[in-house]
């Protein structure tokens, strides 16, 4: 039985209880936000009033009127869960973080019985508890495999006991009788399965094989093996979190830019050396900034690819620092750098024509310090009927180039000019027509020499065929046209309008 599992059932309910008492006697939902929020948690007494994850909050209050509406708090979920996932650490060296909440850990090879593991990793738990000796309510299961661990754990959590331990081979006869919501399948196919008269584990095991998968999809041979008890799934240990971190104080403060750039290049070098003396790479570093007038000053910058060069890091902080306005001179400098990996470097055997991620990221922080946070961005491909909902902007990092080689055929199209739709905000123009074609455009009126078109693009047969119009859908038809001046645009028909959507470059 090598598998441990760590569950705490509703954990943001219970990360909520521990900063507020009086939350322990009332039905609670947790909510992303309050202004037209979701549930995203909620304890078994919300549960039972009908409220459910994925509802609105004013779905879940007309179910469950007397439960008491909490904000998450992602910052201090994240950091309970790390204290309690380097607790584990005392138990066993390989510890798997599946999601807040849930963990497993391995205990092949650890000395004693199944009593002995599950009193050692209570003990490790046991310093998770704050000044008050309140802790979260952990509940553990013992198994043979992971998916039997977390069952097990979730009947302990039901049961109100600490731990439940499922012996070797009798794991069948123990998932049994348990609840299709252990597969943790959605509420459509469980609903499906109900109709087919299969309420429970037993019932779905004893379904056969090929025509189950076939008409319910690949993932349901998983539903399958495991409700006979069957998980083959390896154990994935979590990266541990490894930081170096430096200081640098002096007499007295650094009142020039050249005197803080000397002395963040003394700490830097100090920095890389313990990376280099243990052989690892950074992927991200912090520095803070302490001024005579007490305030600090937090740059955070992640590294295109993790290295260990003095160098680099310092190129990529001195660009941060182009974005910093200081009120008093600097005091102290505290360098600390994460994100470590081993060294050395994987390359490309040919990368003349690659682009340096180095370089990159120094005109992204460049960027980020001339205009902001987030402010380097890329156009990314989406699903969507109109041109202009066919792509989205999202943040660009220098750590998303791939390398590509440069012994690759050049297409012969390279070399020749293609034209680019450059989408506009829309703008109502005038647009003479004839024949049901546009002849003349905009103000003085250009003659249109060639037109494309037109294209209808039209949403409201969809509404209607749904039976549920919407006053957002588009009815238009769009032209391209050539105009005497060589523009080429986009125009287009909207209720009688004429507006230009795009350019073409």
Known sequence: MPFLCVFVPSYKVEVARLARPDL???????????????????????????????????????CAREAVTVLTNPSMNAALWQGVLDALDAASPLVEDVEEGTAFLEMRGIEGTPEDWLRSARSALAVTA?????????????ASSGFVARAAAGVAASNQAQSCIVETGTER???????????????????????????????????????????????????????RGVDDRPLVPRTRTVRIEQTQYGEGSACAEDQLLFALRALVERVAADL?????RCGFARLVLECEDGETHELSTALAHPTSQAATIFDLLRTRLEGVTLSS????????????????????????????????????????????????????????????????????????LKRRGSLRKRSVFAERAT??????????????????????????????????????????????????PCPQTVQRDEYDVLLEDAALWRIARDDGRWTLRGTYD
Not at 276 to 280: A, D, E, R, T, V
């Open 173 to 227: 006869r123990f998932l049994a009788p348990l609840a299709l919501e252990v597969l943790h399948i959605d509420r459509e196919t469980i609903e499906r399965l109900h109709l087919l008269g299969v309420r429970t584990l037993a019932e779905l095991a004893a379904l056969p094989h090929g025509p189950f998968v076939r008409r319910f999809g690949a993932q349901a041979a998983r539903w399958h093996a495991h409700a």
């Open 419 to 468: 034209l680019t739709l450059r989408l506009v905000e829309p703008e109502e123009i005038d647009v003479a027509v004839h024949a049901g074609f546009p002849t003349f455009v905009g103000a003085p009126p250009r003659a249109v020499l060639d037109v494309a078109g037109p294209w209808r693009v039209d949403e409201v047969w969809w509404d209607r065929a749904l039976g549920a």
């Open 276 to 280: 280099s003396l243990l052989g690892k």
């Open 329 to 400: 001179p600097v005091a102290g400098l505290r360098l600390g750098v994460e994100r470590l990996e081993e060294g050395g470097a994987q390359q490309s055997l040919f990368a003349a024509d690659d682009p340096d991620p180095e370089l990159v990221g120094i005109a992204l922080a460049r960027l980020e310090a001339a205009f902001g946070m987030g402010s380097a961005l890329r156009a990314q491909v989406t699903e969507g009927n109109r041109y202009e909902t066919r792509f989205r902007y999202e943040p660009f990092s220098a750590s998303e």
């Open 130 to 142: 704050n000044g008050k000796g309140e802790t979260l309510p952990f509940a553990l299961g013992l």
């Open 24 to 62: 322990r006697v009332e039905a609670v939902l947790v909510v992303d936000t309050l202004e037209r929020g979701h549930v995203i948690d909620l304890d078994a007494r919300a549960f039972g009033l009908g409220a459910r994850v994925g509802m609105t909050l004013l779905q879940a209050h007309a």
